[in-house]
């Protein structure tokens, strides 16, 4: 009686030992005793808590696409209209001065222009604005309306400066950085840099945008004052102590230009969200208008 017993549990002990080793799991429990723990939890490497996700992380849910690797750090680089050269974006950003203050980003988007944000600036008195390049050239310029260039913004708070002066040794000669023709979809990926100054080098990090209402319920926001319609709403995987002053940054897609961060990266603590306006090419957005139109045979619709 005793060998088919043995049999049967030596057979049992085959069947959980197999089951344990294709999983990656322990076995806690003896066959003939109570529970009874086979390791110190401090030292078991491949232990890892689960983390909850609550009902604010399930609105700004990760998106399935196997080709964005979210998270990972690298340059974006941007791509010219004219000559399709390739430029990695250090090499056109600058640093923006108030009152020799340091102030907030910026970047050069043609051989004469540079696009930020009002909330970079303490007020609106001075139109004169002091940068500096990322090889420290001071620059010089003017606050000038953005409807007064090739630009297309959908939000006020995009502010343009005109050069008095075109840069020496740059990319944008006679040249345009391309920026977004179109509006960019819900969880699509993009790339949401962040100028160091200490280091004079960018942290970047693929992500994907949100839905606006996701950063209105992380700031708790509900009436609209500062997430606005216009604004796009972008996934932060990175969590700081503090608020990172990104403020200026440019949110990049594709090579090209789509948004400049208003609140900087993280602001207030721990809201995972960063908030950008938008900017478009006026004339390309115009273009990709008709081409919708176009596409969708509106005039067959009418008759």
Known sequence: MLRPLCIIQILLLAFLANASASSNTHVHRYMLSGYKAQHNPRT??????RRTVNK???????????????????EPVLTL?????????????????????????GTLISEMLVITTTTCFEDDLHDVVTMKMHDDQPLEGKKVPFNQTYLKGAD??????????????????????????SELEVYEPIEM????????????QTTYTIPVQACRLRMRDPDAVVA?????????FK???????????????????????????NCPAFTGVDLY???????AFSIMGMEIIKDSRIEDTIL
Request: net charge positive.
């Open 156 to 181: 006020p708070m995009l502010v343009v400066i005109q050069l008095t002066e075109s840069p020496k040794n740059s990319k944008v000669t006679g040249d345009t950085v391309k920026l977004c023709d």
């Open 228 to 236: 606005t319609d216009t604004m796009i709403c972008v996934k932060n």
């Open 277 to 283: 306006i938008r900017v478009y090419d006026a004339l």
């Open 56 to 74: 604010d992380e399930q609105i700004a849910s990760a998106p399935n696409n196997d080709t964005a690797q979210y998270g990972h750090s690298k």
């Open 239 to 265: 969590y700081t102590r503090k608020c990172q002053m990104a403020i200026g940054n440019p949110l990049v897609h594709d090579e090209r230009i789509c948004g400049i961060n208003v609140a900087g990266h």
């Open 44 to 49: 078991q490497m491949d232990y890892k808590r």
């Open 193 to 204: 840099p962040l100028w160091i100054r200490s280091r004079h080098s960018i942290h970047s």
């Open 81 to 105: 209209t004219k000559s399709d050269k390739k430029v990695p974006l250090h090499e056109l950003m600058v640093r923006i001065y108030q009152q020799n203050k340091y102030m907030c980003m």
